[in-house]
């Protein structure tokens, strides 16, 4: 017997799977845009926020703070970040085989052909446009989340991203700090 995921809807499209989503966004009013475009697309929990490019680079490496956060699943990645840029982000995420597994949607307010090759020669996942109207960009996280949610099959978690016993810090956290909370 197949173990398929059921299909729903008239496409016949998976049905969608629990996502932990980082958004890494320096802009208030965008992070806020975004975690309420997503509660519209479905997503109601494991939406994660982070406003700085160290706290994302931290995030994802379970480092500080962070220790006891899931890995994501899918990165919204805003390239015009302070200090730690989203294009630094990205070579950090690409280049350590235990993440490079996981897909970065970069968002920027333009398409500079420059910036959208360093994207992709950085292994980026998929570069855009961030849309000028409301509902254009309701549409695009919509769009992303049903693409990442439960078109594609995203790779597991490695097993070697399990902290052992001897590695995990003693003075670990269960709080994780957010510049936006998470969905309840």
Not at 27 to 53: I, R, Y
Request: charged content about 25%; glycine content about 6%.
């Amino acid at each position: 017997m197949s173990k398929a995921p059921k299909a729903t809807g008239s496409a016949g499209l998976k049905a969608f799977r629990h996502l932990d989503v980082l958004v890494v966004e320096t802009n208030p009013a965008d992070s806020l845009l975004t975690k309420e475009a997503f509660k519209a697309a479905g997503l109601t929990t494991g939406l994660h926020c982070v406003s700085q490019g160290e706290d994302a680079t931290m995030y994802v490496l379970r480092k500080g703070p962070y220790t006891s956060v899931p890995i994501p699943d899918l990165i919204f990645l805003d390239l015009s970040l302070p200090e730690v840029s989203g294009l630094q982000i990205l070579k950090v995420i690409k280049s350590r085989p235990a993440l490079m597994h996981i897909p970065i949607v970069v968002a920027a307010g333009s398409d500079d052909a420059k910036f959208v090759r360093r994207v992709y020669a950085l292994n980026g996942n998929c570069f855009i446009r961030k849309p000028g109207e409301l509902v254009e960009f309701v549409r695009f996280i919509e769009t992303c989340y049903d693409f990442w949610g439960r078109v594609v099959t995203l790779a597991p978690s490695r097993p070697a991203q399990r902290r052992s016993r001897r590695s995990e810090p003693s003075n670990r956290s269960d709080t994780q700090p957010s510049a936006c909370e998470d969905f309840v």
